[in-house]
């Protein structure tokens, strides 16, 4: 008998603890989706916004859009319904991008076609997520211009403060005319990891192409491995850039043509100011009114020159290509700072004027090294033809190879 009067009660204590670790997770999940949505717009480059929000202890639904700060070029919607559990949330929903300033949709105006559909799972107890996008092949024709693309697929995750994107591309053709480009599989394997409101982040990247072909009468060019590495890292003091281009070999004519590797960074790029005009640009975008680019630049323009204010300067850390086919090659390294005295004397707005154009170059200083120079370089600049190496000197703009002045190249 006292074992039944146990009953009620302990099945009872079990029902609100189900009912409230059901509506903590519900309210979990919500809160990391408007942490996560806050976050990617810190960023500065995208604007995220929420419809149609319905929210429930069972399930919830809504739309997010996704557009650039500036521009009409794109627009993505991406449709979620969530069914909630104790212990993880379940999502679908679907993937829908619109292009061009008439905002067409690519699935359904371009394309005849249901637009792909994408799934993920939420953990509750560790805030994971991890979901997939499932692209389909498609072939799109205008006239003499196709593109054929066999399908891919989209996978992220991660959790607040680092994400993960992963992207496999299966090969595509897009044709016009007699000219033809083909690539091979592509992968993309990208990871950004950031504090709150984006203060600090770090974006690394790396992009493959098994193989990339361009065909046209008189010319066909092949690319074999191509491998793209950056890792852009915004902190305290500076905003940072490191990139490298290597290429296996690129053939012409079934001969090397051009074979190496390109490294380079951008530095010196200030932090507050990075932060300072990326708050301004979503101010202007927050108006809702269209800006001329020039517009824009003028109305930001104290905060773009203000990154400047640490003297910037782009290294080419390491230069190292050959082309056996024409037997030239290019091994050395170079450095170009920017001087950032008397700012307020130039202009971003007025870059389109020569002149402007003139004070601006007059501001670059640097210098580089080409070791093992080809004789026919050092005969094209006028140098002696025993030249080993050429040293770059650049003064205010100006360049000079070997203490010599830069000849001009174009006669």
């Given at each position: 008998m006292r074992k039944e009067r146990l009953i009620v009660p302990v099945a009872v204590a079990v029902a609100v603890v189900w009912a409230v670790a059901q509506y903590l997770a519900s309210l979990l999940f919500e809160r990391e989706l408007v942490r996560a949505l806050a976050d990617l717009e810190?960023?500065?480059?995208?604007?995220?916004?929420?419809?149609?929000?319905?929210?429930?202890?069972?399930?919830?639904?809504?739309?997010?859009?996704?557009?650039?700060?500036?521009?009409?070029?794109?627009?993505?919607?991406?449709?979620?319904?969530?069914?909630?559990?104790?212990?993880?949330?379940?999502?679908?929903?679907?993937?829908?991008?619109?292009?061009?300033?008439?905002?067409?949709?690519?699935?359904?105006?371009?394309?005849?076609?249901?637009?792909?559909?994408?799934?993920?799972?939420?953990?509750?107890?560790?805030?994971?997520?991890?979901?997939?996008?499932?692209?389909?092949?498609?072939?799109?024709?205008?006239?003499?211009?196709?593109?054929?693309?066999?399908?891919?697929?989209?996978?992220?995750?991660?959790?607040?403060?680092?994400?993960?994107?992963?992207?496999?591309?299966?090969?595509?053709?897009?044709?016009?005319?007699?000219?033809?480009?083909?690539?091979?599989?592509?992968?993309l394997e990208s990871r950004y990891a950031y504090t709150a409101g984006a203060h600090h982040f770090t974006q690394r990247d790396l992009l493959r192409i098994d193989q990339l072909a361009w065909q046209q009468p008189g010319l066909a060019l092949?690319?074999?491995?191509?491998?793209?590495?950056?890792?852009?890292?915004?902190?305290?003091?500076?905003?940072?850039?490191?990139?490298?281009?290597?290429?296996?070999?690129?053939?012409?004519?079934?001969?090397?043509?051009?074979?190496?590797?390109?490294?380079?960074?951008?530095?010196?790029?200030?932090?507050?100011?990075?932060?300072?005009?990326?708050?301004?640009?979503r101010r202007e975008a927050a108006k809702a009114r269209e800006l001329a680019p020039r517009e824009l630049i003028a109305r930001l323009e104290p905060e773009l020159r203000a990154t400047l204010v640490d003297s910037p300067r782009l290294d080419l850390t390491e230069v190292d290509l050959e082309s056996p086919m024409l037997g030239l090659a290019a091994r050395g390294d170079g450095s170009l700072f920017f001087d950032p005295r008397r700012l307020d004397e130039l202009s971003l707005a007025r870059l389109d004027d020569e002149e402007e154009r003139a004070r601006w170059l007059t501001r670059i200083d640097g210098d580089g090294i080409w070791r093992e120079v080809p004789a026919v370089v050092a005969l094209w600049l006028g140098l002696p033809l025993g030249t080993r190496d050429l040293e770059l000197d650049v003064i205010r703009g100006r360049v000079r190879v070997n203490g010599r002045p830069m000849p001009s190249l174009w006669r």
């Open positions: 810190a960023r500065g480059e995208m604007v995220m916004e929420r419809s149609q929000v319905e929210r429930g202890w069972l399930s919830s639904s809504g739309v997010v859009h996704v557009s650039p700060v500036l521009g009409d070029g794109w627009r993505l919607e991406l449709t979620y319904s969530a069914r909630h559990g104790v212990f993880s949330t379940r999502i679908e929903g679907g993937f829908h991008p619109a292009i061009g300033p008439r905002q067409l949709h690519l699935f359904g105006d371009w394309l005849p076609s249901s637009p792909p559909s994408w799934h993920a799972r939420y953990q509750t107890l560790g805030g994971t997520l991890e979901g997939t996008i499932q692209l389909a092949p498609f072939l799109i024709s205008q006239g003499p211009r196709e593109l054929d693309f066999r399908g891919g697929q989209l996978s992220f995750g991660g959790q607040q403060g680092d994400w993960r994107l992963r992207a496999r591309l299966q090969p595509w053709r897009l044709t016009d005319g007699v000219a033809t480009l083909e690539s091979g599989l592509v992968s092949e690319a074999s491995e191509l491998v793209y590495r950056s890792r852009m890292q915004l902190d305290d003091s500076e905003l940072r850039i490191d990139s490298e281009l290597t290429l296996a070999e690129v053939l012409a004519a079934e001969q090397v043509l051009l074979t190496g590797r390109v490294a380079m960074e951008l530095s010196r790029i200030n932090a507050d100011a990075v932060r300072e005009a990326l708050a301004g640009l």
